[in-house]
Nanobody, 119 residues
Framework: QVQLVESGGGLVQAGGSLRLSCAASGRTFSGRAMGWFRQAPGKEREFVASIIWSGGSISYADSVKGRFTISRDNAKNTVYLQMNKLKPEDTAVYYC????????????WGQGTQVTVSS
């Protein structure tokens, strides 16, 4: 029902920036939360940031506050994650996710995009 495609990952030096994009299609996203998660090798997937599609509420993990910014373009059905001042510990596969019909549950996931930050 919902298709999510991430892009924008890559290799960057510590202190650099990357902008991830998540193109969504298949359903209306009005009132639906969109989120970014990441999973580093050997670690559990963790929450990074989320935004209500309408733009009314934004949340960030403490580890990325002040460095990452989530935003959306309703006309393009696209959610972005601007990542600044990247650190090696930010290295992970980043996933875009969409909230399902169950409040608070992200039931739709993209394929992931690799972000590697070198020191």
């Amino acid at each position: 029902q919902v298709q999510l495609v991430e892009s924008g990952g890559g290799l960057v030096q510590a202190g650099g920036s990357l902008r991830l994009s998540c193109a969504a299609s298949g359903r209306t996203f009005s009132g639906r939360a969109m989120g970014w998660f990441r999973q580093a090798p050997g670690k559990e997937r963790e929450f990074v940031a989320s935004i209500i599609w309408s733009g009314g509420s934004i949340s960030y993990a403490d580890s990325v506050k002040g460095r990452f910014t989530i935003s959306r373009d309703n006309a393009k059905n696209t959610v972005y994650l601007q990542m600044n001042k990247l650190k090696p510990e930010d290295t992970a596969v980043y996933y875009c996710a969409a909230e399902s019909s169950t409040l608070g549950v992200f039931g739709y996931w993209g394929q992931g995009t690799q972000v590697t930050v070198s020191s």
